[in-house]
């Protein structure tokens, strides 16, 4: 360990652990915990580097980053690296107030992200769902700019006209605030996990996705109050890892989805691997320490299982710049779409699928508001859900204008919160 000078930081060597990890480790050898406090010196700017780019280049090289025991301990490192909420009592105080129990839903806070990557140049998708999903349930969307492709979640946002919200408004001091206005919030990246900054330099001269893209999903800053979440990724080998590493992290409700064509959406084109995380039934035990089971179920989903039409990749991959982008966002909230639009149905379905996930579906009865016919659709599809009853209360977000309305309150709360003129 060395010092720097007086006001820098020790720094850390992590030599000992490179020569075991490259050029072929083993469990014996290397252990998913000195990984992750390996990363956890990174976001302390305790690691040079040099041997940061190691680090990164030998879990990537080796395969070892896209292991479930390193990715869930490397993630609870980054989700302690967060800045602390400020005023987390009052937070939750909130949430309890403000989330609407339905069905099995419990009012929680929810997510639906991608893991990017996937080389399609689809319309923003997750970022799009979150916001209608926000008609019902409470959201704290997770994301960052565009890493791989022309419009990030943060980009798209940043670009809506007239009036953008202020996405760096709702951070640490004021989340607490955001949600006694709106069920919807934007947890931009670099304001919650302040210590990514120290790689980023070298992860732009790697050249090559890093442990930190799969990450990303895995810490949403609020994430010990997510109670349900849609996690997609761009290959299919990815997809049990996730969902062993969030049941290992103590998720008890996700569903990990990988499109046919290495997508991570639910496809609007064909078939989508899906793997369930569902906790089981309470153990009937007076024991504090008895624990819930939960297990991972695999399916897969078609477009038709959501009681819609496919529709080619193509149609929905303009491969455009935010601000095109912005301007479809717009429209799809303002209910200008045609009702068999190829965006429009497949934002509906992958809203649908987090609507399901966090239980809301599973409600007998139905009054949502104005603009509900109040007909529950009962059928269950896949995994024995209700993914039908999930689009009919995507289209009512959309139709009734409700999505809408929530999606006007984040922008009228973050920009009073940064002094902008609402």
Not at 17 to 25: D, G, M, Q, T, V
Not at 131 to 140: D, E, G, P, R
Not at 343 to 367: K, M, P, R, Y
């Amino acid at each position: 360990m060395a010092s720097g000078g007086e006001d820098s930081v020790m720094t850390v060597s992590i030599t000992p652990l490179l020569k075991r990890l490259w050029p072929s480790p083993s469990e014996a050898n290397v252990s998913a915990e000195e990984i992750a406090l390996a990363i956890s010196h990174i976001f302390t700017n305790q690691l040079s580097s040099i041997q940061t780019g190691a680090l990164l280049t030998a879990l990537h090289f080796t395969g070892w980053d896209r292991r479930a025991d390193i990715l869930a301990q490397c993630a609870q490192e980054m989700r302690n690296a967060c800045v602390p909420l400020r005023h987390k009592n009052e937070l939750i105080q909130v949430i309890a107030k403000s989330g609407r129990k339905e069905g099995h839903y419990q009012g929680g806070l929810c997510d639906i992200v991608g893991t990017g990557g996937d080389s399609h140049a689809t319309f923003n998708i997750s970022t799009t769902s979150s916001i209608l999903a926000s008609s019902l349930l409470m959201v704290a969307k997770h994301g960052n700019r565009a890493a791989t492709s022309k419009s990030g979640s943060a980009d798209l946002l940043k670009s809506v006209m007239p009036l953008p919200p202020v996405i760096e408004a709702a951070n640490p001091e004021t989340i607490a605030a955001v949600y006694e206005k709106t069920n919807y919030s934007f947890l931009y990246a670099p304001i919650f996990h302040t210590g990514m900054k120290h790689v980023a330099q070298v992860r732009r001269e790697l050249g090559w996705r890093t442990i930190f893209n799969l990450l990303g999903p895995l810490a949403n800053p609020l994430d010990e109050l997510i109670e349900a979440r849609v996690i997609g990724v761009a290959r299919k080998d990815l997809g049990p890892v996730f969902a062993e590493a969030l049941r290992m992290d103590g998720a008890r409700n996700a569903l990990i989805i990988c499109g046919e064509e290495d997508l991570d959406e639910i496809s609007c084109a064909g078939s989508t691997l899906c793997w369930r995380l569902k906790a089981g039934d309470t153990p009937q035990t007076d024991c504090p320490a008895a624990q819930i089971s939960v297990g991972v179920e695999f399916f897969r989903l078609t477009p038709e299982d959501f009681g819609l039409s496919r529709h080619e990749l193509s149609t929905v991959s303009p491969g455009r710049e935010p601000v095109e982008n912005a301007v479809i966002l717009t429209k799809l909230l303002a209910n200008q779409m045609p009702r068999d639009d190829p965006i429009l149905e497949f934002v509906l379905i992958n809203t649908a699928a987090l609507f399901v996930t966090a239980g809301i579906c599973e409600a007998n009865e139905s009054n949502m508001g104005f603009g509900d016919d109040g007909i529950v659709i009962k059928e269950r599809g896949p995994g024995g859900e209700r993914w039908k009853e999930g689009v009919r209360r995507a289209r009512w977000a959309v139709e009734s204008g409700k999505a809408k309305e929530m999606w006007q309150y984040y922008i009228d709360v973050t920009r009073h919160l940064s002094g902008e003129n609402p």
